[in-house]
């Protein structure tokens, strides 16, 4: 069956850049769907973040858009998120998904566990 | 930006009693909405898309409805795992989510 897992580190100094991987398994990420990062405040409501394509297109949340960069890596069927310039709002689980095949903008069927991310110095 | 509004945002409700979750939207999104159940700890589940597919092994007992810019989550006789935190999140455009419905133990 089809499984995302989070990977990266768990705690980033403030100004710095969070960068996490979602590694799929059980599926080519070649083989279609686009793939979205989510987040989600302790505490709090969950946020979309942005998604990519296999073809490398993206779509990005317009609040984070400045900071933001989401890759892919085919060859090792993973997807990739940086955040720069965090700040202790940016703290939060951080959760990969799979969303639509046909369309950019889509539920999300399949998700990973989750990462937390604490930004703190 | 599409605004998401739940209500109520918590609801309390007895084990066999039937539920009923809304969801409003700022603008017309359609029927491009959908539901997910969330437990402590864990990820999102998706339990419905384009406002009334239940996702695949969803049991019937959850039904969603809806169109335009108000949508409706019914589960219709609460088991005792089905106590969690409900989002509804429209995908008309860029994806954006409510605020969530607790549904808890009354």
């Known amino acids: 069956q089809v499984q995302l897992q989070e990977s990266g580190p768990g705690l980033v100094k403030p100004s710095e850049t969070l960068s996490l991987t979602c590694t799929v398994s059980?599926?080519?990420?070649?083989?279609?769907?686009?793939w979205g990062w989510i987040r989600q405040p302790p505490g709090k409501g969950l946020e979309w973040i942005g998604n990519i394509y296999h073809s490398g297109s993206t779509y990005y949340n317009p609040s984070l858009q400045s900071r933001l960069t989401i890759s892919v890596d085919t060859s090792n069927n993973q997807f990739s998120l940086r955040l720069s310039s965090v700040t202790a709002a940016d703290t939060a689980v951080y959760f990969c998904?799979?969303?639509?095949?046909?369309?950019?903008?889509?539920?999300?069927?399949?998700w990973g566990q989750g990462t937390m991310v604490t930004v703190s110095s | 930006e599409i605004v998401m509004t739940q209500s109520p945002a918590t609801l309390s409700v007895s084990p066999g009693e039937r539920a009923t979750l809304s969801c409003r939207a700022s603008?017309?999104?359609?029927?491009?909405l959908a539901w997910y159940q969330q437990k402590p700890g864990q990820a999102p589940r998706l339990l419905i898309s384009g406002a009334s597919t239940r996702a695949t092994g969803i049991p019937a007992r959850f039904s969603g409805s809806g169109s335009g810019t108000e949508f409706t989550l019914t589960i219709s006789s609460l088991q005792s795992e089905d106590f969690a935190v409900y989002y509804c999140q429209q995908y008309n455009n860029w994806p954006t989510f409510g605020g969530g419905t607790q549904v808890e133990i009354k």
């Open positions: 059980g599926f080519s990420i070649s083989g279609g769907y686009y």
């Open positions: 998904a799979r969303g639509g095949a046909i369309s950019p903008y889509d539920a999300f069927d399949i």
């Open positions: 603008q017309s999104i359609s029927t491009n």
